[in-house]
């Protein structure tokens, strides 16, 4: 069936540094995928998103792009900041059906100090 | 109001009760999916709606757990005779479905702890 496995965490970083966090994907079609981000104590938000091969989701300083030929959605930023500690999923839609069934990663827990 | 709704955002029950949790869509969201964020299990599908209908109750773990939307609208989790497994942080979403793949907008979460 479909998956998602991402990069364990913590990934600890010091502000301004260069954050990549590893997401590759198993899935029979053409997924969606996705970053999420879960701040301390608040709700899931969507990152960004890429829904076809090559299609670059970017927002808030943050990039992924969708690479069908190593199945993967790696998450990157070049400056990090404290701001950016937080949760961050990876997910892929489960499109059979047509509805968005989303399948997600273990969560990466990403901490960056001053 | 502007975003997905949940309540209670967190509720305490002993274990055998049964319990009810409630979702409010973003006005006009056909889709409506239920998720649970658990220690052990991660974040897991549980069910989607379309409209009032549930062509996919795939994810939900087993027959003390249902789910009904009216009016195309608001959705209930109910959990009957809660176990401690079932201690976890339900998430509601919706959606306008879309073939590129539809953006789901989450709640803020039911934090569920039985005791």
């Known amino acids: 069936g479909n998956s998602v496995t991402q990069m364990e965490g913590p990934v600890t970083l010091s502000e301004e540094a260069f954050l990549t966090i590893n997401c590759t994907y198993t899935?029979?079609?053409?997924?969606?995928l996705f970053w999420y981000v879960q701040y301390p104590g608040e709700g899931l938000q969507l990152l960004l998103k890429?829904?076809?091969?090559?299609d670059k989701g970017s927002n808030k300083g943050f990039e992924a792009t969708y690479r069908k030929e190593t199945t993967s959605f790696h998450l990157e930023k070049g400056s990090v900041q404290v701001s950016d500690s937080a949760v961050y999923f990876c997910a892929l839609s489960d499109r059979g059906g047509g509805y968005n069934k989303l399948i997600f990663g273990a969560g990466t827990r990403l901490a960056v100090h001053p | 109001g502007a975003g997905v709704s949940q309540s209670p955002s967190n509720k305490v029950t002993e274990k055998g009760k049964d319990v009810e949790l409630r979702c409010d869509p973003i006005s006009g969201h056909t889709a409506l999916y239920w998720y649970r964020q658990s220690l052990g299990q991660g974040l897991e599908f549980l069910i989607y709606f379309q409209g009032n209908s549930a062509p996919d109750k795939s994810g939900l773990p087993s027959d003390r757990f249902s789910a009904e939307r009216t009016g195309g609208s608001v959705s209930t989790l109910t959990i009957q005779r809660t176990q401690q497994e079932d201690s976890a942080v339900y998430l509601c979403?919706?959606?306008?479905?879309?073939?590129?793949?539809?953006?789901?907008?989450f709640g803020p979460g039911t934090r569920l702890t039985v005791l």
């Open positions: 979403a919706s959606s306008v479905l879309s073939l590129a793949g539809d953006t789901q907008y």
């Open positions: 890429a829904t076809k091969a090559d």
């Open positions: 899935a029979t079609g053409y997924p969606s």
